[in-house]
């Protein structure tokens, strides 16, 4: 370093770190601009070390440069800045993220760094997105305390007569150290413990001589399967290190070697904490045999994950990637809402979950069973034990499995583009062959095509022929909210998956044939009007049960993509616009029709539907049983009040849909309901009214 640097400034307060491990950070700073002095330090995280390596003038004197070139900053409102400086002429590395934020009663800008020897820039890199992710979630926390503490010193100016603001940066400090030391710790941990770039198939479970030696097979193929559908993340625990260990190395065989840098094998004396946006990681399970993850830490995770318990041989998983970015989303604007209205630091707890919007509740059994067993997984693994361990045959053949992979996910890619002209028209069917295949959680999990045209390799991250299968199974980039939210109402139309529990019809029942058979009028492109014609020889009753809880998923599906802006303070009263207002009445509670708001009206409605259609009384599922006299009735009622959900979709949400980039798929959607009740006669025409005029646009 240079002698030239500035001597220690006594007004930069310092936290120095005690870690177990060798730290390969240097130092972590919160620096602002001062419009009279220029950037300067507030405060200084360190590594307590035997050896000084930094003295705090040297680490003063970096952290300035960060904000050099600052004062003219035009950064959009809220934006966060992440910058890389490379100081070859200190041997540096800076990594550091520039905001905007109150400081004494003026907007300032800040700079919270952390600094590396340019010697470990090979061993940073790859851990780099892991690190800005859980930074920038703490400044927006700490951005709203510091305006929150702006707010609550004013008024106490004001009250007392005052005459000047006292400092009020002081109070982000303690947050960024409760982020700025897990940082640490985990960088710490990596340098120590990670997974290396180059596996030897002798140090995991595929070296066995059998399939069973080291652990059940459906075990096995249920951890591979779901650590690819779940974007080559996964959370390995147990009791013994040299196990946990073996399956971390097998499951990283699966992962590039940048994404093995990212992951982390378990330390045999004590156990790591659980690490969001780490690929795979080993944990111990503590002296009861217990082993508890962070919600909220799991949450923040970039994909979702697979939990692998090799003490009892359980796997599970969370939802797919499209569901597990809308939920974090959400999630996430909760937890910062909740902190806007806290009144201390005690009341946001690290590891608690917050009950904050009863809109959204997070649930707490994240974590389902494996729901298909991948074909091609289980092919592999029952050829890969009969070739002779030892030798480089299994190695050999694993990458030729990897390589199949990869080129099935490019057929079936150029497939969609050529399906969808080059990105000119959405992707409205996705054709599946049955149930369990990988090809089924390639297609579901990169068939992401909207009006926006995206390129594949943009939609990847990077160039397929440098990703991972696991990431070719399930690729998803977190995206900004309308994207990821569009991207999840496209998935899920032709998916078993729905924002509520979803009604199914029992496989080999008449009701289940019928179900299969409008599916198929729709997928083979038939128009509409003809689709919905009751089929030569079948009971309308059946017919319009089908259709009912097919159009109950739907409509839920897509009230569902828009919830978050449908708010009893956008929409205080259920209506379609000006002229028609819609009041709720259910002879229980609401005995006389009753006015609520929209969000209130619309959970009101999707209970009231979900009890009709899951009564045996009225929906019988048992062959023989006969609908009730009053079935059309009922159904009538039904779908009624799931026209109220379109129009007030489509007159004062429809702009949203069209930003999600999703409005194809809703007048899709809505023309299939019109045609069949109009077909069925089971909606009276007046209540067609308030969209009248785009129903003779569209359905002509």
Known sequence: MSTLCPPPSPAVAKTEIALSGESPLLAATFAYWDNILGPRVRHIWAPKTEQVLLSDGEITFLANHTLNGEILRNAESGAIDV????????????????????????????????????????????????????????????????????????????????????????????????????????????????????????????????????????????????????????????????????????????????????????????????????????????????????????????????????????????????????????????????FWRATSEEDMAQDTVIYTDESFTPDLNIFQDVLHRDTLVKAFLDQVFHLKPGFSLRSTFLAQFLLVLHRKALTLIKYIEDDTKKHEVPLEIIQEEDGRGCLKEITLQTARLGPEGWQWKTLLGCDLSLRSPSCLFASCQRKEENKTMSIALKQVFNKDKTFRPKRKFEPGTQRFELHKRAQASLNSGVDLKAAVQLPSGEDQNDWVAVHVVDFFNRINLIYGTICEFCTERTCPVMSGGPKYEYRWQDDLKYKKPTALPAPQYMNLLMDWIEVQINNEDIFPTCVGVPFPKNFLQICKKILCRLFRVFVHVYIHHFDRVIVMGAEAHVNTCYKHFYYFVTEMNLIDRKELEPLKEMTSRMCH
């Open 83 to 338: 910058k890389f400086f490379v100081l070859s002429e200190k041997g540096v590395i800076i990594v550091s993220l520039i905001f905007d934020g109150n400081w004494n009663g003026d907007r300032s800008t800040y700079g919270l760094s952390i600094i590396l020897p340019q010697t470990e820039l090979s061993f940073y890199l790859p851990l780099h997105r892991v690190c800005v992710d859980r930074l920038t979630h703490i400044i927006r926390k700490g951005r709203i305390w510091m305006h929150k503490e702006r707010q609550e010193n004013v008024q106490k100016i004001v009250l007392e007569g005052t005459e000047r603001m006292e400092d009020q940066g002081q109070s982000i400090i303690p947050m960024l150290t409760g982020e700025v030391i897990p940082v640490m710790e985990l960088l710490s941990s990596m340098k120590s413990h990670s997974v290396p770039e180059e596996i030897d198939i002798a140090d995991t479970v595929l070296n066995d001589d059998d399939i069973g030696d080291s652990c059940h097979e459906g075990f096995l193929l249920n951890a591979i399967s779901s650590h690819l559908q779940t974007c080559g993340c996964s959370v390995v625990v147990g009791s013994s290190a040299e196990k946990v260990n073996k399956i971390v190395r097998t499951l990283c065989l699966f992962l590039t070697p940048a994404e093995r840098k990212c992951s982390r094998l378990c330390e045999a004396e004590s156990s790591f904490k659980y690490e969001s946006g780490l690929f795979v990681q080993g944990l111990l399970k503590d002296s009861t045999g217990s082993f508890v993850l962070p919600f909220r830490q799991v949450m923040y995770a970039p994909y979702p994950t697979t939990h692998i318990d090799v003490d009892i041989n359980t796997v599970k998983q969370m939802p797919p990637c499209h569901e597990h970015i809308y939920n974090q989303r959400r999630y996430m604007r909760s937890e910062l809402a909740a």
